[in-house]
């Protein structure tokens, strides 16, 4: 990834969106051209007493993480909603900017596991061109960057793997 800038912090356009069952992608996507808020990784803090208060966060923890997937009602209905547990892929092209000025197209990948906990797509009025979004409270989150793993996060097996480092890897040899 040398003299790249990769953003991939907020609402990604243009994605296409594979449901996953058992997580293995579907042939065939779900929707095309999707808008997707990948779920954003934070630690909890302490708070420490010594001279004053300082919040220290616990790096070998995640707090809770949430994905969005923003695309036609239709879509979320019948492909994107289900009960328990649901697996998604999400695909997309992001431009970068070299450090020589040049610009090259890098594929991006998120797998996402959770579960699906609202439908706004309830809310369509007949008639209208509107949008439906549902929220994915997510426990397993993996993006690959051009086939480079940079985050991969499973809350369930303890997995904390941020650009290659493991921050639980010490931790999970005492437990």
Not at 54 to 59: C, F, G, R
Not at 88 to 113: C, H, M, T
Request: one cysteine or more; glycine letters at 10%; a neutral charge.
């Amino acid at each position: 990834m040398a003299g790249k800038m990769i953003d991939v912090l907020g609402q990604v356009k243009g994605c296409t969106v594979y449901a996953a069952p058992g997580g293995i992608p579907e042939s065939m996507p779900c929707t095309i051209d999707a808008e997707v808020n990948l779920p954003q990784i934070t630690h909890p803090t302490a708070t420490m007493q010594s001279m004053g208060d300082m919040d220290v966060a616990d790096q070998t923890r995640v707090n809770a993480m949430v994905t969005t997937i923003s695309c036609e009602p239709s879509v979320i209905q019948s492909k994107l909603l289900g009960y328990g547990v649901q697996h998604y892929v999400i695909r997309w092209g992001q431009e970068i900017k070299r450090a020589n000025g040049e610009f090259d197209l890098i594929p991006f990948v998120a797998y996402i596991s959770g579960i699906p906990s609202e439908d706004a797509s309830s809310n369509v009025s007949p008639g209208n061109n509107t949008t439906g979004t549902i929220s994915i409270n997510t426990f397993k989150y993996r993006l690959l960057c051009d086939g480079k793993e940079i985050r991969y996060v499973d809350k369930t097996k303890g997995i904390l793997k941020i650009n290659g480092v493991d921050y639980r890897s010490k931790l999970n040899s005492m437990l």
